[in-house]
């Protein structure tokens, strides 16, 4: 999940659009205005943001209206806080091993 | 946390070891297993080789890598795969970075970087310049969950 997270906004004008979206909800119409891409482009960048988890579409009459969902961008989140946690407590022990390890001339 | 600006983990320890020390530490599978995970490195590039351990939470226990740049004794870059994702196809890529010196008293100045990200991911882009200051909604939301 994390990979196509990660180049779902690896895209410029796909980040854009979550930004807007994280301020308020927008119809692809309201979006269109902003950007210098036709609204089937749109349409696609937000078909693979709501792929990832990170908008959701909300109907309402002939209109879609769309907004952010920053909870999914988690998954993210969740990895950096293990790997900072992980890899201090693993020097810790290369550490620990180093000192009852032979020097290095009495090993091979 | 995401908008320190600092979106690979990195880490400066210094051992009290010397840098031949060391680097066996990283490079021979019996050490490097004693005090990171069971694994079957070796310092060729192209090697595949595989960490295992006994799963916990979302990680399945295991991380797969392959050796990309070895430079004896004092750099070792393998790419780091899995490991914290759920086991859905789609597992993290990233990539190890060890880099060993001479650190005063015969010791090792070790230096740990783990890049999350590809160059075309988000998390690289929002190392770039700039960044920050366009995303300020993103990191309003991001205080939230993180």
Known sequence: MQVELMRALGDGTRLAIFERLCAREHTVGELKTHFDVSQPAVSQHLGVLKRCGLVRERRAGRFAHYRARPEGLRPMVQWLTHYRQFWPEKLEALSAMLKEMPDVDAGK | ?146
């Open chain 2, 1 to 146: 946390m995401l908008m320190q600006g600092n979106e690979q983990i990195v880490v400066d320890y210094v051992l009290a070891a010397p840098p031949a020390k060391v680097w066996r530490a990283l490079t021979e599978p019996e050490l490097l297993g004693t005090w990171l995970m069971q694994n079957d490195i070796a310092p060729v590039v192209g090697h595949k080789f595989t960490f295992h351990a006994p799963p916990r939470g979302d990680w399945n226990g295991t991380v797969d890598c392959e050796v990309l740049e070895v430079v004896p004794g004092s750099k070792l870059v393998y790419t780091w795969g899995g490991g914290s994702a759920k086991d859905d196809g789609h597992k993290m890529e990233t990539t190890v970075t060890w880099t060993l010196a001479p650190a005063a008293d015969g010791g090792t100045l070790l230096k740990l970087v783990h890049h999350g990200f590809h160059p075309d991911d988000f998390g690289f882009k929002m190392m770039g310049q700039g960044w920050r200051s366009k995303g300020a909604a993103i990191e309003r939301v991001l205080a939230g969950i993180s």
